[in-house]
T-cell receptor
Framework: DSGVTQTPKHLITATGQRVTLRCSPR?????VYWYQQSLDQGLQFLIH???????AKGNILERFSAQQFPDLHSELNLSSLELGDSALYFC??????????????????FGAGSRLTVL | SQKIEQNSEALNIQEGKTATLTCNYT??????LQWYRQDPGRGPVFLLL?????KEKRKERLKVTFDTTLKQSLFHITASQPADSATYLC????????FGKGTRLHILP
């Protein structure tokens, strides 16, 4: 158990629907990252939150949104789902993020992932 | 922006030999480079971090090198075991932490 909790583990839904994925970071970690992993694409960065504020955004679709709450858990909302959204969605957390190049020292602790299947 | 290139072909190594995996990046040298292990259907697990002023870092049977001139990191597993079979990812920070696609390693008994 990594200490990062993701729910649900598996989710099957239909095109056009909306789902919410939830992540609880490791105790004491202030940063939460979301990644999408599909078969051919590897781990694609979606978004990073630090202590409730958005810090960086990747190529996240407009249909996707996320937030980090005051208790530091985070939710990733995926709407108007398409077949191509089927993937593993990982959340990761890390401790306080220093600024600038030092932030590359942040080690990510990943959750077990949420597997989304869109039919 | 940075791109990370890892050999997408699977690497088959005989048990007991040294496995060497390559990670190349395209732009400026990051201050840190990280290596993770990922088993099928599971989240990546951190293995090692190397700083730009470190040439080499070791942890048990693992060794990582970092050559900022070549823009390359090498990841070595010595005395490889079938349990080392997994996908290995390298990661660095651009304006966000990005990962290579990983190299699948198979250790053959």
């Amino acid at each position: 158990d990594s200490g990062v909790t993701q729910t649900p583990k598996h989710l099957i839904t239909a095109t056009g629907q909306r789902v919410t994925l939830r992540c609880s970071p490791r105790s004491g970690d202030l940063s939460v990252y979301w990644y999408q992993q599909s078969l051919d694409q590897g781990l694609q960065f979606l978004i990073h939150y630090y202590n409730g504020e958005e810090r960086a955004k990747g190529n996240i679709l407009e249909r996707f949104s996320a937030q980090q709450f005051p208790d530091l858990h985070s939710e990733l909302n995926l709407s108007s789902l398409e077949l191509g959204d089927s993937a593993l969605y990982f959340c990761a957390s890390s401790p306080q993020t220093p600024a600038g190049r030092g932030s590359g020292a942040n080690v990510l602790t990943f959750g077990a992932g949420s597997r989304l299947t869109v039919l | 922006s940075q791109k990370i290139e890892q050999n997408s072909e699977a690497l088959n190594i005989q048990e007991g030999k040294t496995a060497t995996l390559t990670c190349n990046y395209t732009n400026y040298s990051p201050a840190y480079l990280q290596w993770y292990r990922q088993d099928p259907g599971r989240g990546p697990v951190f293995l090692l971090l190397i700083r730009e002023n470190e040439k080499e870092k070791r942890k048990e049977r693992l060794k990582v090198t970092f050559d900022t001139t070549l823009k390359q990191s090498l990841f070595h597993i010595t005395a490889s075991q079938p349990a080392d079979s997994a996908t290995y990812l390298c990661a660095l920070r651009d304006d966000k932490i990005i990962f290579g696609k990983g190299t699948r390693l198979h250790i053959l008994p």
